[in-house]
């Protein structure tokens, strides 16, 4: 089967893997009530999952260069839809962090979507291409806990993995149906050959870099704004979530101006002005707390509106350009670079949240974040340069 999977497909996929990270999340203290253990012990099961998934995508990425797309998607989609049943029956902690693990095959859904965009269109559509798929996952993390709480409530936590095991069979058969290879050629070289290539590459390493930091920000953000939301303007529970979805927003309109955009301009031009955007709208806040007076919650949510729409100008491009770097590794390139995207975004999120517990201020904040948003406008210079 060689026809290339249809857009709605790849956004499934990619939809399926963000919510399996946070849908169950509101019934995290009844799974720990049912299972007779603590919070701290459940909560394993978000920590323990993204660092299985950070490895998870350095071995599928490979894999999908060597044996094909089609393969490496349908045995992770089989293996998640066993797991999530496990979790569903477990009895007891161990099996519920057990069969929890497994489920970040998942973790395909978004590795293998890069490779397949990167092998049916050159690297400007490609971008555009990937601006209209993360501009329509971006809503899974605000409809995912929300299904979730609503499933817990009525059913109970277990029908959340049920749920997980129905949507990953529905997708198993759709992919069956409408997943044809598009690897070109299985390479030639042994596989230490085409990692070190790839890890070799400046290209790379640039659009990596600028992908991991612009996410970077994302998370810090998510990390830091509660603990000062509740000190500094103490704001409750609903209107904290409303300034954290706020970033959202900005991301969808930047993405859909990246999917009209992106293949005109170039991939390190939209990667720019992106990165210009999230510094700009940080610096602008940092300087009016230091210069005229203390931020409003208002104020520092308009200054992270920036990082979303900077965000969704620069990351399809980043996307594309780090999965087009070395050619013949996309499979291997988008599963590097979605490791060191959770690798990076862990340490920003407890590098930040140790700050802000400690000056829980809105400078301390927009300072550390400010930080990455430079950081992340020298990564795409940098591919600039060498483009």
Do not use: K
């Not at 394993?44 to 044996?67: E, H, K, N």
């Not at 797991?83 to 489920?103: D, K, Q, T, Y």
């Not at 920000?217 to 300034?243: D, H, Q």
């Not at 988008?334 to 975004?345: D, E, I, K, N, R």
């Amino acid at each position: 089967m060689r026809s290339p999977p249809r857009l709605i497909t790849l956004i499934l996929l990619t939809g399926l893997s963000t919510v399996s990270l946070n849908m169950f999340v509101p019934a995290l203290p009844a799974i720990a009530a049912e299972l007779g253990t603590s919070y701290a012990t459940v909560s394993l099961a978000i920590a323990g999952y993204l660092a299985v998934t950070a490895v998870a995508q350095v071995v599928m990425g490979p894999l999908a260069d060597r044996f094909g797309r089609r393969p490496v998607m349908l045995g992770a989609l089989a293996l998640y839809v066993l797991a999530s049943a496990g979790v569903a029956l477990a009895g007891n902690v161990g099996g519920f962090l057990g069969w929890r693990m497994p489920m970040a095959a998942i973790t395909a859904g978004w590795v293998v979507t890069l490779a397949v965009v990167r092998d049916t269109a050159a690297p400007g559509r490609a971008a555009a291409i990937m601006s209209t798929i993360t501009g329509a996952m971006a809503l899974a993390p605000l409809i995912g806990p929300l299904l979730g709480g609503v499933v817990a409530q009525v059913l109970g936590w277990r029908a959340i993995f049920g749920l997980y095991a129905a949507l990953g069979t529905a997708l198993l058969l759709l992919c069956w149906h409408d997943f044809g290879e598009t690897r070109q050629a299985a390479p030639r070289e042994p596989l230490w050959h085409s990692a070190r290539r790839l890890l070799g590459d400046r290209g790379f390493w640039a659009f990596a870099s600028c992908t991991a930091l612009s996410t970077g920000c994302f998370y810090g953000y998510i990390a830091g704004f509660p603990a000062i939301s509740e000190a500094r303007f103490g704001l409750g529970e609903a209107a904290t979530g409303v300034a954290l979805g706020a970033i959202t927003g900005g991301f969808m309109a930047g993405a859909f101006l990246s999917a009209r955009w992106a293949e005109r301009l170039g991939l390190t031009r939209m990667m720019l002005a992106g990165r210009i955007c999230a510094v700009t709208g940080l610096a602008g806040g940092l300087l009016w707390a230091l210069a005229i007076g203390p931020l409003s919650a208002t104020g520092v949510v308009a200054s992270v509106l920036f990082i979303g729409l900077g965000n969704g100008l620069t990351m399809p491009s980043a996307n594309a350009g780090a999965t087009a770097a070395v050619e013949g590794l996309a499979g291997s390139a988008s599963g590097l670079l979605g490791a060191l995207t959770v690798a990076v975004g862990a340490v920003v999120t407890a590098g930040i949240g140790a700050l802000v517990a400690a000056s829980p201020t809105p400078v301390a904040l927009l300072s550390a974040l400010l930080a990455l948003a430079i950081g992340a406008l020298w990564a795409a210079w940098a591919a600039h340069r060498q483009g």
